[in-house]
């Protein structure tokens, strides 16, 4: 669990700003620090983010409070989830137990992870080469800067036609290798949000 280039971040709020049913952003924030981190979740992930998040009470646990009192009825604690990976705009995490003093990690959905880390108040680290690269940042308009890999590759390719047609070619050649990327990962990678 080596930290020298980890970033801490925190759950900051649950965002609706998609025209989907299906995913809602949970916006994850640098711990002292101004960068933001969108990461798509599904409506029962968020939900049981925001049940911790907002401090609601349920009547009867969830299945993350279960995992979370089986993980103790075994003497294990969750220490901390690591995003270590994003690839075409799906994350990858580690959560890290504790149990008899040896600590292990388990891959995870991130929305799992962060409904996790919420219950549990445990820190979620991203490499900071990584953090820089997909990170929002507020502008002093007040808009956000998005990194290309957040972008669809549909809007990639009105952006670059722009480019072309604006003559900012060095732009263009960065959206071109930033499609082609996908479209080679998207051959070899199968992997589910």
């Known amino acids: 669990m080596e930290k020298k280039s980890k970033i801490e971040m925190e759950v900051g709020e649950i965002l609706n700003r998609l025209p989907s049913d299906f995913a809602l952003v949970t916006l994850l924030r640098e711990k002292g620090g101004t960068r933001c981190l969108p990461v798509l979740v599904g409506p029962l992930e968020a939900q049981a983010i925001a049940i911790s998040l907002y401090h609601h ?4 646990p969830g299945i993350y409070d279960l995992y979370l009192k089986t993980l103790k009825s075994f003497d294990g604690s969750l220490v901390e989830v690591d995003i270590y990976r994003i690839k075409g705009g799906i994350f990858y995490s580690h959560i890290y137990i504790e149990r008899d003093g040896n600590i292990t990690y388990v891959d995870s959905r991130t929305s ?19 953090l820089e690269r997909n990170c929002v940042r507020l502008e002093s308009n007040g808009a956000y800067s998005l990194p290309i890999a957040t972008a669809s590759t ?6 670059m036609a722009q480019a072309v047609a604006n003559e900012n070619y060095e732009f263009a050649a960065r959206l071109r290798d930033e499609i082609n990327s996908r479209s080679h990962s998207d051959e070899t990678d199968s992997d589910l949000i």
Do not use: F, Q, S, W
């Open 57 to 60: 009470k349920m009547p009867r």
């Open 112 to 130: 799992d992870a962060l409904a996790l880390a919420v219950r549990t108040g445990v820190p979620v680290y991203i490499e900071e080469e990584l």
């Open 154 to 159: 549909k809007v990639l390719k009105e952006a």
